[in-house]
């Protein structure tokens, strides 16, 4: 299978898997006071979400690349 084809796939199963997930959630952790020895820190949960035209865009651009990196085999 040739690269091109090879990244088609890898961005139709990333366009499928954002279709499904939706959503992507993260925890970071930030200082909120240091004084001295004293120091005292929060969990900050985020989303980051993933448009639906986003999704499909990747499907249909993996596709294409699918089809040209077979046709030129």
């Known amino acids: 299978m040739k690269p091109v084809a090879i990244i088609g796939v ?3 199963v ?5 279709l ?8 970071t ?4 006071l240091d004084v001295g020895p004293l120091q ?11 448009p639906n035209y986003a999704s ?3 499907i249909l651009a993996g596709g294409f690349l699918v089809f040209i ?4 085999a």
């Open 14 to 18: 990333l366009g499928i898997a954002g």
């Open 40 to 50: 005292a820190t929060a969990e900050e949960e985020h989303t980051v979400g993933i």
């Open 29 to 32: 952790t930030e200082k909120v």
């Open 10 to 12: 890898v961005l139709i």
């Open 20 to 27: 499904v997930v939706r959503n992507i959630n993260y925890t």
């Open 56 to 58: 499909i865009a990747a």
């Open 69 to 72: 990196g077979r046709r030129r």
